[in-house]
């Protein structure tokens, strides 16, 4: 069974050893992804703004790695305040709606103050 790395092009997934998704077989593991736009390396403001860009980059790495979100079977949020709990639901609810993974929510600092939010997904193909 192969291995293929996907990057997303983060000047973090060389510096920390990363890769923004591994795919193993008909399984995407997608790796905690933050709210940066990668393409200017800058950090909206808003935990809304940054979730959006989180699933931008995440759904571009399935599509590489020849999946969709349709195959997201998991997803972990991590939020640095509870309170933006009811700011990014219907975000979710817009993207995974109708595919209502498993999903946890989890309150807790991330590495850089600027950063609101990380989600990662698993995805099964089949």
């Known amino acids: 069974m192969t291995r293929k790395l ?6 973090f997934e060389k510096t920390a ?3 923004r998704a591994v795919v193993k077989g008909d399984w995407c593991f997608v790796s905690g992804t933050t709210g940066y ?11 809304e703004e940054q979730a959006r860009n989180c ?11 020849g ?3 349709s ?12 309170s933006f709990a009811d700011r990014v639901f219907p975000i979710f609810g817009e993207m995974f709606g109708d595919i209502r993974p498993a999903a946890t929510m989890i309150v807790c600092d991330l590495i850089r103050p600027e950063m609101l939010i990380e989600i990662e ?5 089949g």
């Not at 736009?37 to 935990?47: F, G, K, R, S, W």
């Not at 699933?55 to 790695?65: D, N």
């Not at 195959?71 to 509870?82: C, G, I, L, M, Q």
């Not at 997904?121 to 193909?125: G, Q």
């Open 37 to 47: 736009d990668y393409a200017t390396m800058t950090m909206p403001e808003t935990v």
């Open 121 to 125: 997904v698993t995805a099964l193909r």
């Open 6 to 11: 996907i990057s997303s092009g983060s000047p």
């Open 55 to 65: 699933l931008k980059t995440i759904e571009g790495a399935l599509k590489e790695a």
């Open 17 to 19: 050893g990363y890769s």
């Open 67 to 69: 999946f969709s979100l």
């Open 71 to 82: 195959d997201v079977v998991r997803n972990h949020y991590y939020v640095t305040d509870a």
